[in-house]
Each structure stands twice: as C-alpha cells, then as structure tokens.
C-alpha cells in the first residue's frame, strides 16, 4: 500500500489523469444505468397500453413516422430504434417510417400518407419546420385533423426545447416525447401564420420568430465550444467590442387581444367522433354509416353573444427600438388547458447594456418566458395580430431571422396572424 502511495505521488500529473479517468467512467456508467432503469419503467407503461383490449369495430392504432436519419451527425436511425421505436411497438401502435435524409422529400412523403391516427415528426429543428410547412399547405383531406408528434433527435432541437423545457438527457426527451404519443393524449396548439413580404408564400411557426442583432450573435456562439459555459459571455463581451450589437427601429401595426364578443366569434362547428358505441354482431360486418362516424354541431357561444368590443379589430401603431424581438405563440408559455387566445411579442429593452444580461438572455427566455413581465431585461405584449414594417437599413443590417430554428431571409413586412388551436400536439402533460 505504501508503494502505491509512493508511486502516485511520484508520479502526480498520471494519478491525476487516471483517478480523473476512474470517475468519469463510474459516473457515465452510473449514469447509463439509471437511463437504462428510466427506459425500462416506461416500456412497462407503454405495454400496460399495448395489453388493452381493442373493443369491437375498432382497429389497431397507426401512426406515420417520418425520420430524417440525417439529423444529428447521422445518429438518428439508431436514437429512434432505441428510445422510441419500443415505447410505440409497446403500446400497440402500427407504425409506418419514411425515412430520408434529404429534407426537400418530406413534403413528397406527406403527401402520399394514408389515413393514419398519427403523424410523428422525427429529426431536427429543419425536419420538423419542413413537415409544419407542408402540414398546413397540402390540401390533403383529414390531414390537418391528424394528431402530430414531434421527436427530437436533431443535435439542437430549438422546437421541442421550447415547448418542453424540462432539464432531461437528450435521450430522455426522446422517450418522453414517444410515450406521450403511446398515450394518445392531444392538446389543441396555436400556429403563427408569417407572411414574409407583401407578395411572399406563407410559413407557419407553433413556436414563434426572433430578429435583431442578438439572433445574429447567438448563431456565433456554437464557434467556442471550447470555452464551455463562458462561451456566451465571451461571445457578447466580443460582439459589443466589434460594435456589433445595434439596435433595429421597425414601426408595429398590431391589433390588440380580445376575450370574444359579438364582433369577432363566429359559430364554432365541432365534430365529436363515436368509438364506443354499442353494435351488434352483423353490424360489425358492414362499415359504419357516415352519420354514425361524426356528428357536426354549430353553436354560438352564448356568453359573447351579447358583449360588445369597442377595441374588437381596430389596428394600432406603434414604434419600437430594441436589440431583440421575439414573437412566441402560447404554447411554450401557458398550461394546455388555457381557453385564453393571443400571441406574445417580447422586446428587449433598449436601455439595459449590461453584458452578463446579454449572455445570460437566451438561456433565461425560453425556461422564463411566463414571467417576463417581471423580469427587467425585457418587455412584453399580448396582441392577437401584427405587423412589423422594418427599415431600409435594419435590413442592411439583420437581413435574416429565425422561425422555430430555422433561419430565413427577410423579404419585406412581416405580416403575423394568429389561428388559435389550430394544430393537435401529443403532450405528455395531458391525460
């Protein structure tokens, strides 16, 4: 034993190498078991849902995965097969994958789905802003009823990041976001339809859009890796040397919130879909009528019908400077169960120069964007409609922005609606 002690402490710089080694390989191992424990605890859960007995009439659950198996340096095929590909066979779910990793055929894949009870978003930020956009611009019937989920096996995964803040392991999210889809439990999510310049095709975003010049350093900050988590700091703290942090003027026409009235509620048409109802043995043999499927149902809410809005669709005009605007739906913001309808646009204030601010900005945005009213760094409204008309040399300056992680040039005024519930989300907050 003395030896040993002798020896190490001759040779110091090699026991410090090698106790260095010890511990992180006991804490990788540590850590792939507990993984290992989590995923295990799942797949029970999701067999608990495969064990159910499926009542008569009624068929297997499908599901569409479309995988880009490109994203993450290529390691996406093997983080599905592992982490969500036994969740979902699990829970009893029939699924077809169209894989690619060529993001232009996903729109192609999309169009030529059948009728599916899921359609599963596979991939990185790109993949999923892809499969949005043709989501909501095929006119392909039933389509845009269909439940969709989203997997995040890209490298950053901005989107899912969004929407579920939760600090878990990569591969976690990825199971997290499998069982919510083996559950089957939606929730109704608002998109922001963009329209980029006056003559432009539309983008829709269910997360939101940011511009200004600390998007621009923000996509700086991947560059010094090496510096670990003062890479932010050093990235600003260089940014406001080279003077590169300037501020963008734009002029706002908004339309503020309204909480219904007679103005702007329409009749609401819902169709409730009939599962379980009983039927008898030679009605199962034949298919289900049309009218026995779904039964539609207009109603006027009868709590608007007599409230009057004298500020229902009346177009504000406003100026604004900043250094950083974001226009966030609520989805990454409010429980699921909210009935509440609007959008936020979030500015940072022009007055606070303080560089830890700046580095510590984004890393807060997200995690605290509920509280934002609170918090001094920024500024917040609520408005339902908007429209930003830059300046000439605000688009010299920051010609591009960023729409739920992917970035896009800017054409024109940017014209931003909201279509509230638009799209059915698997959460795993629901149920």
């Given at each position: 034993?003395?030896?040993?002690?002798?020896?190490?402490?001759?040779?110091?710089k090699?026991a410090?190498?090698l106790?260095?080694?010890?511990?992180?390989?006991?804490?990788?191992?540590?850590?792939?078991?507990?993984?290992?424990?989590?995923?295990?605890?799942?797949?029970?859960?999701?067999?608990q849902?495969?064990?159910?007995?499926?009542?008569?009439?009624?068929?297997?659950?499908?599901a569409?995965?479309?995988?880009?198996?490109?994203?993450?340096?290529?390691?996406?095929?093997?983080?599905?097969?592992?982490?969500?590909?036994?969740?979902?066979?699990?829970?009893?779910?029939?699924?077809?994958?169209?894989?690619?990793?060529?993001?232009?055929?996903?729109?192609?894949?999309?169009?030529h789905?059948?009728?599916?009870?899921?359609?599963?978003?596979?991939?990185?930020?790109?993949?999923?802003?892809?499969?949005?956009?043709?989501?909501?611009?095929?006119?392909?019937?039933?389509?845009s009823?269909?439940?969709?989920?989203?997997?995040?096996?890209?490298?950053?995964?901005?989107?899912?990041?969004?929407?579920?803040?939760?600090?878990l392991?990569?591969?976690?999210?990825?199971?997290?976001?499998?069982?919510?889809?083996?559950?089957?439990?939606c929730?109704a999510?608002?998109?922001?339809?963009?329209?980029?310049?006056?003559?432009?095709?539309?983008?829709?975003?269910?997360?939101?859009?940011?511009?200004?010049?600390?998007?621009?350093?923000?996509?700086?900050?991947?560059?010094?890796?090496y510096?670990?988590?003062?890479?932010?700091?050093?990235?600003?703290?260089?940014a406001?040397?080279?003077?590169?942090?300037?501020?963008?003027?734009?002029?706002?026409?908004y339309?503020?919130?309204?909480?219904?009235?007679?103005?702007?509620e329409?009749?609401?048409?819902t169709?409730?879909?009939?599962?379980?109802?009983?039927?008898?043995?030679?009605?199962?043999?034949?298919?289900?009528?049309?009218?026995?499927?779904?039964?539609?149902?207009?109603?006027?809410?009868?709590?608007?019908s007599?409230?009057?809005?004298?500020?229902c669709?009346?177009?504000?005009?406003?100026?604004?400077?900043?250094?950083?605007?974001?226009?966030?739906?609520?989805?990454?913001?409010?429980?699921?169960?909210?009935?509440?309808?609007?959008?936020?646009?979030?500015?940072?204030?022009?007055?606070?120069?303080?560089?830890?601010?700046?580095?510590?900005?984004?890393s807060?945005?997200?995690?605290?964007?509920?509280?934002?009213g609170d918090?001094?760094?920024?500024?917040?409204?609520?408005?339902?409609?908007?429209?930003?008309?830059?300046?000439?040399?605000?688009?010299?300056?920051?010609?591009?922005?960023?729409?739920?992680?992917?970035?896009?040039?800017?054409?024109?005024?940017?014209?931003?609606?909201?279509?509230?519930?638009?799209?059915?989300?698997?959460?795993?907050?629901?149920?």
């Amino acid at each position: 034993m003395a030896k040993i002690a002798t020896t190490l402490w001759t040779h110091k710089k090699k026991a410090a190498v090698l106790f260095g080694a010890i511990a992180w390989g006991t804490n990788y191992g540590l850590e792939k078991r507990r993984i290992h424990e989590i995923m295990r605890s799942l797949c029970l859960e999701a067999k608990q849902f495969g064990d159910r007995p499926i009542p008569i009439g009624q068929q297997v659950r499908k599901a569409v995965v479309i995988l880009n198996y490109g994203s993450h340096k290529s390691k996406a095929r093997k983080l599905y097969e592992n982490y969500a590909a036994p969740l979902l066979n699990l829970a009893g779910i029939q699924t077809t994958i169209y894989a690619t990793d060529d993001t232009t055929k996903l729109r192609e894949y999309l169009e030529h789905i059948e009728q599916t009870d899921a359609v599963i978003f596979a991939g990185g930020d790109d993949t999923v802003f892809e499969c949005i956009q043709a989501y909501f611009k095929l006119d392909k019937p039933g389509l845009s009823s269909t439940p969709v989920g989203i997997l995040p096996l890209g490298y950053s995964n901005a989107v899912y990041n969004a929407l579920r803040p939760e600090k878990l392991e990569d591969v976690l999210k990825i199971a997290q976001a499998a069982m919510a889809a083996a559950k089957g439990a939606c929730a109704a999510s608002d998109v922001l339809e963009i329209k980029n310049g006056d003559n432009a095709e539309k983008d829709y975003a269910i997360v939101g859009l940011q511009w200004g010049s600390l998007r621009d350093v923000e996509t700086v900050v991947p560059k010094y890796w090496y510096l670990g988590p003062f890479a932010p700091l050093f990235t600003y703290c260089l940014a406001t040397v080279k003077r590169s942090l300037t501020s963008i003027s734009t002029v706002l026409q908004y339309v503020n919130v309204c909480p219904g009235c007679s103005k702007c509620e329409q009749l609401v048409v819902t169709t409730t879909t009939i599962t379980n109802a009983p039927r008898t043995w030679w009605q199962n043999i034949i298919s289900r009528r049309k009218h026995d499927l779904a039964v539609p149902h207009s109603t006027l809410p009868q709590k608007f019908s007599d409230e009057v809005n004298e500020d229902c669709g009346i177009i504000h005009e406003d100026s604004l400077v900043t250094e950083d605007l974001h226009i966030l739906t609520r989805n990454c913001t409010v429980p699921v169960h909210s009935d509440e309808r609007y959008l936020y646009l979030t500015f940072r204030r022009p007055d606070i120069d303080t560089l830890w601010s700046k580095s510590k900005l984004r890393s807060r945005f997200l995690n605290e964007v509920n509280k934002l009213g609170d918090v001094e760094h920024y500024a917040k409204r609520t408005l339902q409609e908007v429209r930003i008309l830059p300046k000439e040399n605000d688009l010299v300056q920051h010609p591009k922005m960023e729409i739920d992680g992917r970035v896009v040039e800017i054409k024109g005024p940017l014209h931003v609606k909201l279509h509230p519930k638009k799209l059915f989300l698997f959460s795993p907050e629901v149920g």
